[in-house]
């Protein structure tokens, strides 16, 4: 199989290049799969898990600040690391025990059973785990991973609504005026819109409140 450099791998993610994603997930998602494995998990987790670290990814790529010490394997391996341990430590209820809430690349790649691989990078030279050692993850990646999970629940609940209930709320967010919602949904007046889209966020937020991954997801962060 082709290698990519650290460069290409992430202007692919950017791009969403399907070569570029078959291409991690054959190279790395072995390793995903070997920690979450060995630490309680099964095979759609590690799946999970590998794509929560993707979409991190991409959302800071495309926000522009994606910073990397050592190199994109390393990086990913640890932040994916990060949030599995991060999630069962509080669904147990035990407290995160690490430096300011952070680990490193050494940790992960013991973890990974990769003690023996060692990383080329871009430039052809070979890094030890203790090379790549500086690479840190810490609480705010770990937000990043709930708001995309609270977002997941949203959408998921969202696309169960009445069409017009998505309409309202859709222009609603997109801070279309009641005046404009009421004209293009043929309501009879500016409150009757009004109306309608808080009877419709009601359903929204009862669905979502009654979802039991939005009700664990709460608890978790409730034990932070």
Same mark, same amino acid.
């Given at each position: 199989m082709e290698k990519y450099s650290d460069?290409?791998?992430?202007?692919?993610?950017?791009?969403? @290049?399907?070569?570029?994603?078959?291409?991690?997930?054959k190279e790395y998602f072995p390793q995903i799969q070997r920690?979450?494995?060995?630490?309680?998990?099964?095979?759609?987790?590690?799946?999970?898990?590998?794509?929560?670290?993707l979409i991190i990814i991409f959302n800071r790529l495309v926000k522009n600040n994606l910073e990397i010490k050592s190199s994109f394997h390393n990086y990913f391996?640890?932040?994916?690391?990060?949030?599995?341990?991060?999630?069962?430590?509080?669904?147990k209820g035990l407290v995160y025990d690490s430096?300011?809430?952070?680990?490193?690349?050494?940790?992960?790649?013991d973890e990974a059973g990769s003690e023996g691989d060692h990383d080329t990078g871009d430039r052809g030279t070979t890094r030890s785990v203790a090379d790549i050692a500086g690479e840190r993850i810490g609480d705010k990646e770990y937000s990043e991973y709930l708001e995309n999970q609270s977002e997941k629940i949203y959408q998921r609940h969202y696309r169960k609504l009445p069409g017009d209930c998505k309409r309202? !709320?859709?222009?609603?967010?997109?801070? @279309?005026?009641? @005046?404009? !919602?009421?004209?293009?949904?043929?309501?009879?007046?500016e409150d009757y819109g009004r109306r309608k889209k808080y009877l419709c966020m009601q359903q929204l937020m009862k669905m979502i409140n009654e979802d039991p991954e939005y009700i664990e997801m709460k608890k978790r962060q409730k034990r932070q």
């Open positions: 460069k290409a791998i992430l202007s692919g993610i950017k791009q969403r @290049k399907d070569s570029i994603l078959e291409y991690l997930y920690i979450v494995l060995k630490h309680g998990g099964n095979e759609q987790d590690a799946r999970d898990l590998f794509q929560e670290g391996i640890v932040l994916c690391r990060f949030i599995w341990f991060r999630q069962n430590n509080i669904k430096v300011e809430g952070e680990t490193d690349a050494t940790e992960a790649m309202v !709320i859709r222009m609603y967010f997109r801070k @279309k005026p009641f @005046k404009e !919602i009421a004209k293009k949904m043929n309501y009879t007046s």
